[in-house]
């Protein structure tokens, strides 16, 4: 077992002894003790309790230092971003949030990045050798490999876009990018569901898409379009088109400007779906029931996903889920009418707990989960054994 998965059994939060490390990992004390000394050395692992034991004797606990580093995760949304400094624990030191539109183009949005994560850091007094990573979310596809975002329909000038380059020029640390509904279920669960390995969080606001964890694991499929969901077709739409150029698609029925568009043609005034939910909180009967019928159709697509992938939670988030109970309750209906019983016996339907901070925190545990990878503290650890190395050979030079 290498120095980066023995720091994976660290990574829980708790303390440990030696003797612990020793028996759940197999390795000889003698190498617990290098190892541990190494990530010690790495500021990734530090005595518990911060305190050394008395009478020169070495320290007895060992846990996750979680100020060791910090990272910046990034929501760019259509009209709005925010930017948020957290430590390795994801715990908010610093955010803050700009009016900017991602239609103005990558340079624009992404030099107010580069001016945000310099304040954070000012704010926080951390120098910037500190910063570990960036995590960022794009409303759009991205193909997370490269960090590039594919044919965003809403986002002008930023189709390839290398965006981990234009911030590496200014931060050299690994850039993460993925699009803002995968960050927000990793917020959600990072947040509030820290213990459930399958969850699907869906986002319905002015689009409609799902992000999928299975198994603990964010799931993006082959080329990172997993859980896009608004082009499914519902029964009954067949005659509604919708902006992709098919025809009965859930977001053409169900996204924040169809919800609009019905409260509109019953004589009610609305704009968009953040106007809908206002009605519906002022008690309008015409918008509750536009959103229980919304809820419905989501449903019929989301009983679907239950079926083929049985999550434990289904979390709705974005704009449209603050109309809490008159959406919950038609997706309740159509999921449990249509997905098998055995799939529904505990599944849990429930609107997004973290609400606003969920992409923010999503986008900062993306960065972390990449920081403090097997792999990478595997490559850290491997590099200060070899300038160690280098030292020895240079003394034994000079000798
Ligand atoms: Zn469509």
């Given amino acids: ?155 002008p000038g930023w189709d390839r876009f290398d965006v981990p380059a234009y911030l590496q020029e200014k931060y050299p640390v690994p850039v993460l990018v993925d699009n803002d509904v995968n960050i927000m279920a990793l917020g959600e669960r990072r947040r509030h569901l820290r213990d459930v390995d399958d969850l699907v969080l869906i986002k319905v606001a002015t689009g409609i898409g799902a992000g999928i964890v299975s198994g603990g694991v964010l799931q993006r499929g082959a080329q990172g379009t997993a859980g896009d969901l608004g082009h499914v077709r519902v029964p009954g739409a067949d005659d509604v088109p919708c902006r992709c150029g098919n025809s009965g698609c859930l977001e053409a029925v169900a996204a924040g400007p169809a919800l609009a568009a019905a409260v509109r043609a019953q004589g009610e005034q609305a704009e968009n779906g953040g106007d809908v939910v206002e009605l519906v909180r002022s008690g309008s009967r015409v918008a509750m029931g536009v959103v229980r019928q919304a809820g419905r159709d989501i449903g019929e697509v989301v009983a679907t996903m239950v079926n083929l992938i049985n999550p434990s939670v289904v979390v709705i988030g974005g704009q449209v889920a603050g109309a809490g109970e008159h959406l919950l309750a038609g997706i309740r209906e159509s999921v449990y009418h249509r997905s098998l019983p055995l799939a529904t016996e505990h599944l849990r339907i429930v609107t997004s707990r973290a609400g606003g901070e969920a992409a923010v925190l999503g986008a900062s545990a993306l960065a972390i989960e990449h920081v403090l990878s097997p792999d990478v503290v595997e490559a850290a650890s491997e590099a200060l054994a070899a300038a160690d190395a280098a030292a020895e050979a240079e003394a034994a030079r000079r000798r």
């Avoid at 320290?59 to 910090?70: E, I, S, V, Y």
């Avoid at 908010?92 to 700009?98: F, N, S, Y």
């Avoid at 992404?110 to 926080?124: F, G, I, Y």
Wanted: charged letters at 20%; aromatic letters at 4%.
């Fill in 1 to 155: 077992m290498r120095t980066g998965e023995l720091f994976d059994l660290l990574r829980d939060g708790r303390p440990w002894t030696r003797a612990q490390l020793a028996e759940a990992t197999g390795l000889a004390r003698s190498t617990i003790t290098a190892r541990i000394d190494t990530l010690m050395r790495l500021g990734l692992v530090a005595p518990f309790g911060g305190a050394r034991s008395t009478g020169g004797r070495p320290p007895a606990l060992f846990a996750l230092n979680p100020t060791a580093k910090l990272v910046v995760g990034v929501d760019i949304g259509a009209t709005h971003a925010s930017a948020a400094l957290t430590d390795l624990n994801g715990s908010i030191l610093g955010e803050v949030d700009a009016q900017i539109a991602v239609a103005d183009g990558p340079e624009a949005v992404l030099s107010w990045v580069v001016e945000s994560v310099r304040d954070l850091l000012e704010a926080s007094e951390r120098p910037v050798e500190d910063l570990a990573a960036i995590g960022i979310g794009l409303p759009g596809p991205v193909e997370h490999s490269t960090g590039r975002p594919i044919n965003p329909p809403i986002m």
